[in-house]
Every structure is written in structure tokens, then in C-alpha cells.
């Protein structure tokens, strides 16, 4: 590799230990649970896992996992129209579109893969697309790849949506996040959907956060508001709540399905989820509908948590998600305060800019089903503790 450049990144490195912003990987000795074995600090409570029902290691969803991997194999191979579709991706796309209430789903190696391969194959020339300012970053990056004109509206504002929407050339399509990953919010999703119908607009909604976790059966932002058939198009992750293993999904009409399977360019030209992660999230989402007191645990969780950390004194951002955001300042305060967490025995991730906006880096706390009263109550004395010392409470 040429010698300067290889020189200029080791320094972009070294500048950014120095200002305290290095991102460090941690590495785990034991399968994702409440709990796991760090090889850097031992036993750890995790609060920064999408595992939001605790199946990444439930009995049911790995012998599931393990039953695919030795009927099937290790993968594909190839892509699906190349070398053919296993009878596990239309059983568990079958049940994906019946869980949601949609005609039909389609699966990809990753959400990231749904969002980049949906929004340019809906989004062509002479269309538009809407996007909320704070959508994620596949969101962000499949619109880039689109033809479609595509213009941001502030985050949760209508009167700015509605604006957008009178501008719109062409079909507009309004996407959004359903729960928002680094506010824990959720989208406006009936004035969306109001707005959407009058302007004739195509709704999309990106469920990854919502999806086992909003609704009373865990169906999502949609269950949530008492939307069944009124938004367009689902994306979401078998990579969270259903499983935590890998793979994401379209759900949508058998017009646009049948699109994607022509159309999509991330479906083309990249190997079909592996069958093992097919047979797992099956498991899941099964598990899910057979166990709705998975939904009333995480609640429960998210309530206890709530309102431990109002008691000590910390002023988390508002939301109804499992998704508990902590603002403390600068990127720097932020890693500083997570590395302080993790040497009391608490797992749990400091984001800062870029991921969000300058002087708004926070710890993000999330919770999961698979958390007992002792879990949390440790995760608590150790964010007293650091609080205090750190002068936040």
C-alpha cells in the first residue's frame, strides 16, 4: 500500500484516541444474554443490545438455528434466481407477511440491504422521496442510490412534512423510522398516514426498533396506533428482537414484492439469508406470537427503569421504546462515561457525533425482556455511582 497513505490514516487515528472518540470493539466470550462474559472486563450486565425479548439465546430459536445449518448447509452459495430459493425462505416470509398483516415479504442478508434495495426500486426518476431528517443511515444511503428527487422534512414535524408533500413531483413517498434508534421516540405515525392519504403518497416504514417490541403483541408501530393496512411498506430486522442473529426484510403488496425479486439490486447480486438464520427467525417470531408475556416483561423492564433513573436524579429523553437515551454532552464525555460503566460491571454504549448531532452525545441505555430486578438494580448503583462522580446527578 502506498506509504503516505498509510501514514495519514495511522495519524487520523492517533488524533482521534487523543480526543477521546477512538471507538474501541469489546470482544465476548459467551452468547448474548442479560448478561455475558467480556474477554476485557468479566461478567457484564449488557444494556446495549438490540436483544430486546432475549432470544439471541433462547433453547427454541438456536436448536431451531442449529436444525437449519444441517439440513440445509451453510448458505446458498449464490444469489436466489441464480441458484434457487430454499422452501425455509418462503416459510418464513410467508409467516413475516401474515404476522404484520401484509400480501407478501421479502428477505435480504440485512435490513441495511432492504433499505438500499427497496428505496431505489421504488424511488426512480421523476418521483420523490420525503425523509425524515433523523432517519437511519441505510435509510440516508438508500436514498442517495435513488433516481427520485429526495428532500428531508424536520424530524416529527407535519406542517414541514405536509409542505414537502404539496412541493412533491411525481409519486411521493414519505419514509420514516418507526422507533427512532438514538431518541427512542416514535414516528407521528397517523398524521403520516392522514397526510399521506391526502397528498396520494406511499407510505414507508422502517419498523427495525418497533417490531417485537410496540404493540400490544409485539407487532410494532403499526399494532401500536391501530394502523393495520394503512401504511405501504414495512422494512425491518431479523437482527433485533426476532432472534439478533443477522438478515432483514420487505414487507409489502405482491406487486411490489414480486418488484424487489425482479428489480433489486441488493437482492440480485448478493447471496440469499443463510438458511440457519431463516430457521432461527422463524423460531422467533413463533415464539413471540406463543409468548406475548415476553411484550409485558419488557415493559415492565422499561417502567422499572425508568422510573429508578428518575429517582437517582438522571433526566432521560421521553419515549414509549426500549430505547432509554441519556444526553451528557461531548463525544469525548460520552465514550469517557461508557468506559467508567464498563468497569463497574455495565455494558452499555456511548454514541456521539457523527452518529448524532454535536454536544448531543449520550449514553443509550436499552432493555430487554431477558433482564431480572438484580440485572437492572446493578446497572443502577453503577450509573449513581458514575453519575455522581462525574457530577451528572
Known amino acids: ?222 399494532e401500536h396506533f391501530g394502523l393495520r393496512g394503512k401504511v405501504d411498506v414495512v422494512t425491518g430486522t431479523l437482527g433485533k428482537a426476532l432472534g439478533g442473529a443477522a438478515g432483514g426484510f420487505v414487507a409489502a403488496s405482491s406487486a411490489v414484492v414480486e418488484t424487489l425479486v425482479q428489480r433489486s439490486r441488493t437482492q440480485l447480486f448478493s447471496n440469499a439469508l443463510p438458511a440457519t438464520v431463516a430457521s432461527s427467525a422463524l423460531a422467533a417470531v413463533k415464539t413471540l406470537e406463543e409468548h406475548p408475556k415476553l411484550i409485558e416483561k419488557l415493559r415492565a423492564n422499561v417502567a422499572y427503569f425508568r422510573a429508578g433513573l428518575a429517582a437517582l436524579g438522571f433526566s432521560a429523553l421521553p419515549g414509549e421504546s426500549a430505547i432509554v437515551p441519556l444526553i451528557v454532552g461531548e463525544t469525548a464525555f460520552a465514550i469517557a462515561m461508557s468506559d467508567r460503566l464498563l468497569a463497574e460491571g455495565v455494558f452499555v454504549t456511548g454514541f456521539g457525533f457523527p452518529v448524532v448531532p454535536e454536544g448531543a452525545a449520550r449514553i443509550r441505555i436499552q432493555l430487554s425482556a431477558a433482564h431480572k430486578k438484580k440485572h437492572l438494580d446493578k446497572a443502577m448503583a453503577a450509573l449513581q455511582k458514575v453519575g455522581k462522580e462525574l457530577g451528572l446527578i
Open 1 to 222: 500500500m502506498n506509504i503516505n497513505f498509510e501514514n495519514r490514516l495511522i495519524a487520523e487515528l492517533e488524533e482521534l484516541k487523543k480526543a477521546g472518540t477512538y471507538k474501541r470493539l469489546r470482544h465476548l466470550t459467551s452468547p448474548m444474554d442479560a448478561r455475558v462474559d467480556m474477554e476485557e472486563a468479566g461478567d457484564v450486565v449488557v444494556l446495549s443490545s438490540n436483544n430486546y425479548l432475549g432470544l439471541a439465546n433462547d433453547p427454541g430459536v438456536v436448536k431451531a438455528g442449529i436444525a437449519g445449518l444441517k439440513r440445509y448447509g451453510a448458505g446458498t452459495a449464490s444469489v436466489r434466481f441464480i441458484c434457487g430459493t430454499y422452501d425455509i425462505h418462503r416459510e418464513l416470509e410467508a409467516k413475516l407477511a401474515a404476522f404484520l398483516g401484509f400480501d407478501a415479504a421479502l428477505t435480504y442478508v440485512s435490513c441495511w440491504a432492504a433499505n438500499e434495495g427497496l428505496l431505489p426500486t421504488l424511488g426512480t426518476a421523476g418521483n420523490t422521496i420525503i425523509s425524515d431528517e433523523l432517519n437511519h443511515a441505510s435509510i440516508i444511503d438508500g436514498c442517495r442510490l435513488a433516481g427520485a428527487r429526495t428532500v428531508r422534512f424536520k424530524h416529527a414535524d407535519m406542517l414541514h412534512l405536509e409542505s414537502r408533500l404539496r412541493e412533491a413531483e411525481g409519486t411521493a413517498f414519505v419514509v420514516t423510522d418507526g422507533v427512532f434508534s438514538m431518541e427512542g421516540d416514535l414516528a407521528n405515525l397517523p398524521e403520516i398516514v392522514a397526510l399521506a392519504e391526502r397528498y396520494g403518497a406511499v407510505t414507508i416504514v422502517d419498523d427495525s426498533h418497533g417490531i417485537g417490541v410496540m404493540g400490544k403483541t409485539g407487532r410494532g408501530i403499526i
